[in-house]
T-cell receptor, first 114, second 114 residues
Framework: GENVEQHPSTLSVQEGDSAVIKCTYS??????FPWYKQELGKRPQLIID?????GEKKDQRIAVTLNKTAKHFSLHITETQPEDSAVYFC?????????????FGAGTILRVKS | DAGITQSPRHKVTETGTPVTLRCHQT?????MYWYRQDPGHGLRLIHY???????DKGEVSDGYSVSRSKTEDFLLTLESATSSQTSVYFC?????????????FGPGTRLTVT
């Protein structure tokens, strides 16, 4: 089955700097790659996603890139702000008739220092 | 919030007792999921449903059963709770696999088995 590895496990950046979180996946059939942000005590919130037929997607200060050949995808956050501090999870799935069974990475704790 | 509620939000129970968690959605989504979240593991899929009375196992299904007798409710049962099932449980729905793939989470249930 699918296996997703996420690095780094913790990341500290200065406010205004960029942050990059990387994930690798094992199943070349996976075709959907979302990123979630989770604040302490809250539910995971979808922040951006990408499908396997797209190499890059951007939404304001966040972007995701996908390299299908190498089977890795990354989250890029520019101009980080204190409110970006949270745990970020990547996930991968093969979307099909029976649903969208996400396999998650272990998470990255992002701390933005002001 | 995609119209998802979970009940109870917190529960403490003793080893060996049965426990049922409820996920309720108001938007008639076909696909529903149960995940558990533990430190160092991200979120892991327990069971999922692709329609009324249509369910299947995820990667960590041992010790759990589910039922879906109507579209809006997806129940997760721990037949005989163990301390290893102490966790935060999240229900999720997906909008439309194959079209929109987004998956949204409920607020979670914190379960403690003593």
């Amino acid at each position: 089955g699918e296996n997703v590895e996420q690095h780094p496990s913790t990341l500290s950046v200065q406010e205004g700097d960029s942050a990059v979180i990387k994930c690798t996946y094992s199943d070349s059939a996976s075709n959907y790659f979302p990123w979630y942000k989770q604040e302490l005590g809250k539910r995971p919130q979808l922040i951006i996603d990408i499908r396997s037929n797209v190499g890059e997607k951007k939404d304001q200060r966040i972007a995701v890139t996908l390299n299908k050949t190498a089977k890795h995808f990354s989250l890029h956050i520019t101009e980080t702000q204190p409110e970006d501090s949270a745990v970020y999870f990547c996930a991968a799935s093969k979307v099909g008739e029976y649903g969208n069974k996400l396999v998650f990475g272990a998470g990255t704790i992002l701390r933005v220092k002001s | 919030d995609a119209g998802i509620t979970q009940s109870p939000r917190h529960k403490v129970t003793e080893t060996g007792t049965p426990v049922t968690l409820r996920c309720h959605q108001t938007e008639n989504h076909r696909y529903m999921y149960w995940y558990r979240q533990d430190p160092g593991h991200g979120l892991r899929l327990i069971h999922y449903s692709y329609g009324v009375k249509d369910t299947d196992k995820g990667e960590v299904s041992d010790g759990y059963s589910v039922s879906r007798s109507k579209t809006e409710d997806f129940l997760l049962t721990l037949e005989s709770a163990t301390s290893s099932q102490t966790s935060v449980y999240f229900c999720a729905i997906s909008v439309k696999p194959g079209g929109r793939n987004e998956q949204y989470f409920g607020p979670g249930t914190r379960l403690t088995v003593t």
